[in-house]
């Protein structure tokens, strides 16, 4: 299939996951044959909306990818000009990443201007309804859905929002495909040796952007639990804060938890991801709210066990008893998982994790992109 164009955050900005996918699912068409560059953006987020330090990598773009910045998400004669392009370029599939409702008038413009007598538009939904609700969510995210001709996405509580404010529109489900781009696995004692971490120490990893659903405070709760304590067990926190750091550090300081808790609370590069999933026993996702999370296919990846809340798709991906545990959302049974889990040990989970990442290729994505695409010509 010739002239695939992804629309969404690619290098140099700094999106976390929805970058590192779009760069991967770029590449995963490449290897099936096919022609495909990303359209970014130049302004993702105006500096006030933005929760982080930087929105930019300073590391060199990807090689053999075509990336084009030319997305201003605030400048509505942007959305035209970059809508006629796109219109003139006429691709046979346009793939739109949709995770906010913020980008609805902009990426619903764009889209709009599309020839869809020649170009199909299949939107891959990380969240319908967000995470942190604002005013003009429903309203945003109805002007973008309209304009796009079928949807994938990859947890069955996105596809029944989905379904909620599209019932006719084309959706099809699949899995969130492993990341594998990032190097391989390392020896845990090497990966906690390049960190400055104990090798002999027992640590559970919570990774990723730190924002209010996602629930460290949980977790930090839960580590105050006697039996954990006595466990002596270490929490390493990776990732930069998108909210204010100061409630946590009160959390630790009240919790009394200054020797339990390893804080690398910065932007965790692409080269130093491998190292913190080899230097962590398990990987903890004590959520409040959920879709999907771009950590568990990490956490795949690297082998590595998780324990999940019971929210959104997470109990999806990963299976109680088998490739993690499941708990419910709060301090005493995340607790008490992690009690189980050290009980248990690693290899009691291995095998259970081998079985599951086989689903998550990325030729599983592709192919269900295809099949839609088939059924909406």
Not at 55 to 67: C, D, E, R, S
Not at 304 to 321: C, F, R
């Amino acid at each position: 299939m010739p002239g695939i164009v992804i629309i969404g955050p690619a290098h140099p900005l700094r999106g976390g996951g929805i970058v590192s996918f779009n760069q991967r699912l770029a590449f995963a068409f490449q290897e099936a044959g096919h022609t495909c560059e990303i359209w970014s953006f130049s302004l993702q987020y105006p500096g006030f909306l933005f929760p982080g330090k930087s929105q930019f990598v300073n590391t060199p773009p990807p090689a053999g990818l075509t990336i084009r910045t030319l997305i201003n998400s605030i400048n509505p004669l942007n959305w035209l000009k970059v809508g006629w392009q796109l219109r003139k370029k006429n691709p046979e599939l346009v793939i739109v990443r949709f995770w906010i409702p913020f980008m609805g008038p902009c990426l619903g413009t764009i889209l709009r201007l599309i020839n869809k007598k020649k170009t199909k538009v299949i939107c891959i939904a990380d969240n319908v309804i967000p995470h942190e609700k604002r005013p003009g969510d429903r309203l945003f995210t109805n002007y973008f859905v309209k304009s796009c001709d079928g949807f994938v996405t990859m947890s069955k509580s996105v596809l029944k929002d989905l379904q909620l404010i599209a019932p006719t529109q084309p959706a099809k489900l699949t899995v969130h495909p492993l990341y594998d781009q990032f190097g391989p696995q390392h020896s845990q004692d090497l990966a906690r040796e390049q960190l400055g971490l104990n090798s002999l120490d027992k640590i559970i990893l919570f990774f990723g952007i730190i924002r209010p659903y996602k629930g460290l405070d949980l977790l930090l709760a839960a580590m105050q639990v006697q039996r954990i304590r006595s466990l002596n067990i270490k929490l390493l926190i990776a990732g930069e804060f998108y909210e204010n750091e100061v409630r946590y550090q009160q959390l630790i300081q009240e919790y009394q938890l200054q020797n339990q808790v390893i804080l690398h609370t910065h932007f965790i590069p692409d080269e130093q991801v491998g190292l913190y999933l080899s230097a962590a026993d398990v990987i903890v996702q004590p959520y409040k709210t959920a879709t999907q999370s771009g950590v568990t296919p990490l956490a795949y990846y690297f082998e590595k066990p998780m324990i999940v809340t019971n929210v959104g798709g997470l109990p999806e991906m990963v299976p109680h008893e088998k490739a993690g545990l499941v708990c419910e959302p709060n301090p005493e049974a995340i607790a008490n998982s992690i009690e189980s889990f050290y009980k248990k040990g690693a290899a009691y989970f291995a095998a259970g994790i081998s079985n599951e990442r086989k689903k998550y290729e990325w030729s599983t994505m592709i192919e269900t992109l295809f099949t839609l695409h088939k059924e909406i010509n």
